[in-house]
């Protein structure tokens, strides 16, 4: 047998996803929502507002995609400044802390072990992700 395994999912015809509709579909702040699945990484969305909390992710790299709003990720060397269409790409163990002015939204790309608060837990962590319909 070669080295990639079979899913089950392999065989579901695959789904559109709207953006704008799954975004309607929940309002929590700070709450990632999974969208979808891409071999062991998940498609979240998030609302974003105001300041979220400093963390690094040990083993896990993030992809932060503006698609509504703006919003700035803080880092120890300087912050970024995103708009929509634009990435950034936190390497793991940089530390950084994720800020937006007003409501923005951002589609993640992350390992699926990824924790959202990364080596911190406070009130924010979510162990569990609610999957989107």
Excluded at 24 to 29: G, I, N, T, V
Excluded at 41 to 47: G, I
Excluded at 98 to 109: G, I, K, M, N, R
């Amino acid at each position: 047998m070669g080295p990639w395994r079979y899913s089950a999912r392999v065989s579901q015809s695959p789904e559109k996803v709207d953006l704008a509709r799954a975004f309607a579909s929940f309002q929590e702040r700070w709450g990632p929502r999974i969208a979808g699945t891409v071999n062991d990484f998940h498609v979240k969305l998030a609302k974003l507002e105001g300041e979220f909390v400093w963390h690094s992710h040990e083993r896990e790299d993030e992809l932060f995609l503006v698609v509504k709003g703006r919003f700035v990720m803080r880092l120890r060397t300087g912050d970024v400044a995103l708009e929509p269409g634009q990435f950034l790409i936190v390497p793991h163990g940089v530390e950084h802390c994720p800020f937006a002015p007003e409501e923005c939204h951002v589609l993640l790309l992350e390992p699926a072990t990824t924790l959202n608060t990364g080596n911190v837990e406070n009130e924010r962590t979510r162990r569990e992700l609610e999957r989107l319909a």
